[in-house]
């Protein structure tokens, strides 16, 4: 089975229904070559520094992870809120909540030589699931070319859908896209990073978003400092978290800055 690939003129709704039918989708050429360049740009440094963190079975021992991106890239918010994948997000997690939030955002560079990651789904950080509700949504940007030699992401479509029990033996897709796209799955659907056997880096954002009464898997509030967060715009300020869920849950009634001022 393939990836059914989409535009960003195609309309929001109808990417949405494919995500909840197959489980993945991917939109080409969504962002910039600028935008792109920039953002990895941002992180590379970040990458060569500390990227080697995080090292162990599940991640690899050959692959660089930057565990905030908004703590290390500037222009890695206009990724995280770009409209259109902001639109098709509304479509798919508003249902089941009043607003949502980023889970993670996670800068991953495969170097050559990295094995295969594990199949895995992302919402197995929540202990239980509600039928006919999905937790979360990853969105998977190419910052460079994701081939099937330098380790696009393997996905299982379909995998997501109620007594799925054969992923030790699915045959996976790779999700070859160019730089400048993006890979949407549910956190339901199984899926891990591809081996690199080139001889150059694949680099990438993962980012998930969850409904926003659950708890986030990163705590933006700690890992991205007040100064940085107060020079984004509102729109990635409530995605980071710095907002109630409706009239009660996680409301900061003192306020005594603002910061907090009308973010419902």
């Known amino acids: ?57 599940f991640n690899g021992y050959t692959t660089h992870r930057l565990a905030s991106t908004l703590a290390y890239s500037m222009r890695a918010a206009d990724l995280i809120a770009h409209p259109h994948v902001l639109s098709v997000l509304d479509a798919v997690l508003l249902p089941h909540c009043t607003n949502y939030r980023i889970g993670s955002s996670t800068g991953i560079e495969i170097l050559p030589g990295e094995k295969a990651q594990i199949l895995h789904q992302d919402d197995v950080i ?16 190419a910052l460079t070319d994701f081939t099937a030699e330098n380790g696009a992401t393997h996905v299982v479509p379909n995998s997501h859908r109620a ?35 080139s001889t150059k880096p694949r680099v990438g954002i993962i980012t998930t978003y969850a409904l926003g009464w659950l708890r986030q898997e990163v705590n933006h509030y700690l890992t991205v400092p007040r100064e940085r967060a107060e020079q984004f ?32």
């Open 126 to 141: 929540y202990p239980m699931r509600i039928d006919g509700v999905e937790w979360q949504v990853g969105v998977m940007w």
């Open 163 to 197: 007594g799925y029990t054969g992923v030790e033996n699915s045959a996976t897709v790779q999700a070859v896209m160019q730089k400048g796209s993006a890979l949407f799955y549910l956190g339901s659907t199984w899926h891990g990073g591809g081996a690199n056997h």
């Open 1 to 57: 089975m393939s990836i059914q690939t989409f535009s960003q003129s195609d309309p929001a709704a109808a990417q949405a229904k494919a995500l909840y039918e197959d489980g993945v989708i991917l939109v080409t050429d969504l962002a910039p070559a600028g935008l792109v360049a920039e953002v990895a740009d941002e992180l590379q440094p970040h990458f060569d520094s500390i990227g080697q963190q995080f090292k162990d079975d």
């Open 233 to 264: 715009p509102r729109t990635v300020q409530n995605l980071m978290g710095y907002r109630g869920h409706g009239p009660y849950l996680g409301r900061f009634a003192e306020d005594p800055d603002g910061f907090w001022l009308n973010k419902h």
